[in-house]
């Protein structure tokens, strides 16, 4: 397995009206080349704020990368310059809202057209058709007649097939999707999953898939990074973190859908809501929401750890493993 992306240790702050956020709290992964990872967790577990550490886009002056490491092929993206011609190129990113990503006032197929003449030096004539090609590949019907459309004029699942056409344009050996398919009906979520899934498979790219929902990417990623209050507590292939979820979390979010194998009985659906950053709860984040939480849980953070059962890549970080997956049906 190639490492294409590794984040390690990462910490990302926000300063606040109420004090300093962490929003992303130690969180280390890796990426492999060609494969798919989704990135899952309650809202506010700090994903689009790691993704936004990747493409160097943490919103300042309030934010700031301050700990940890990301490296891409080998390179360093935190230093300054180095990252120089990786983002956008060999790194691309498609987000939850295309309406705001998109210029309204530009028809579409120039401003698909315009990263080829921006970032290829392609004549306007040659990035034209470039942009139809692509329009194509992501299967826009009557693609040569919605060219000169403007943004508004196509559906919300259009128009994130524009964005990921304009994402794909350059060729990406990363593509990080946030939240891709979340502001769109259910049957389109499918098709625009499916859709990632096919161009993955023909480009051999890396793809990093953020959800809070389960169900959408269980069936397309091949391995989990399951994030809590700015840290990774369980990671995994897919399946095995599925079947025998080590921490109480991933149990409660992979209870609460129907995936898979179909529908399961498992834990119930994660009591409570998300905590505060700004009074983070003592020792394990998790821990005043947990059945299996002790006097450990309150005073001591776990880090990650293989499960003394299971295979080396699933790893969790809670004190209880154990419980959790003797619980399990
Ligand atoms: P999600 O997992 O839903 O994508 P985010 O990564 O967007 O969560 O955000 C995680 C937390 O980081 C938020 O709950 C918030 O407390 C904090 N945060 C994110 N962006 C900002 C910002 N621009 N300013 C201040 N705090 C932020
Ligand atoms: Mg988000």
Do not use: W
């Not at 091949?222 to 507590?233: Q, T």
């Not at 409660?252 to 983070?280: A, C, E, K, N, Y």
Request: charged content about 20%; overall charge negative.
């Amino acid at each position: 397995m190639t490492v294409l992306l590794s984040v390690r240790d990462l910490r990302v702050e926000f300063d606040t009206s109420g004090g300093v956020v962490t929003a992303v709290d130690g969180a280390s992964f890796e990426v492999a080349a060609g494969e798919t990872v989704a990135l899952l967790g309650e809202s506010g577990s700090g994903k689009s704020v790691t993704a936004q550490a990747v493409m160097g886009i943490v919103p300042k002056p309030a934010g700031r990368i301050a700990g940890g490491s990301i490296t891409y092929d080998g390179r360093d993206l935190l230093t300054p310059g180095a990252a120089k011609g990786l983002r956008g190129r060999e790194i691309a990113m498609v987000f939850q809202d295309p309406l705001s990503s998109l210029n309204p006032v530009f028809r579409v197929g120039a401003q698909i057209g315009e990263m080829f003449r921006r970032h290829r030096g392609a004549s306007r004539r040659d990035a034209r058709a470039a942009a139809l090609e692509l329009m194509k590949r992501v299967g826009i019907p009557a693609a040569s007649k919605r060219l000169d459309d403007y943004p508004h004029q196509f559906s919300g699942g259009m128009r994130q097939r524009v964005m990921i056409a304009m994402a794909l344009a350059l060729s990406p050996r990363l593509l990080i999707a946030d939240e891709p398919t979340t502001a769109l009906d259910v049957t389109v979520q499918a098709q625009i999953m499916d859709l990632l899934a096919r161009l993955q498979a023909e480009e051999g790219m890396s793809l990093v898939l953020i959800t809070h929902d389960l169900g959408v990417v269980a069936d397309v990623a091949d391995r989990v990074v399951l994030m809590y209050a700015g840290r990774v507590v369980e990671t995994g292939p897919i399946r095995e973190v599925y079947e025998h979820s080590g921490h109480p979390y991933t149990a409660g979010l992979m209870g609460s859908v129907p995936v898979l194998d179909g529908p399961r009985d498992r834990l119930t659906p994660i009591q409570g809501s998300p905590p505060d950053l700004l009074s983070l709860p003592t020792g394990c984040s998790f821990h005043p929401r947990c059945q299996y939480a002790d006097d450990l849980c309150t005073t001591d953070q776990p880090n990650l750890r293989p499960l003394p059962t299971r295979p080396p890549q699933h790893q969790t970080a809670c004190h209880h493993p154990e419980g959790v997956l003797t619980d399990a049906p």
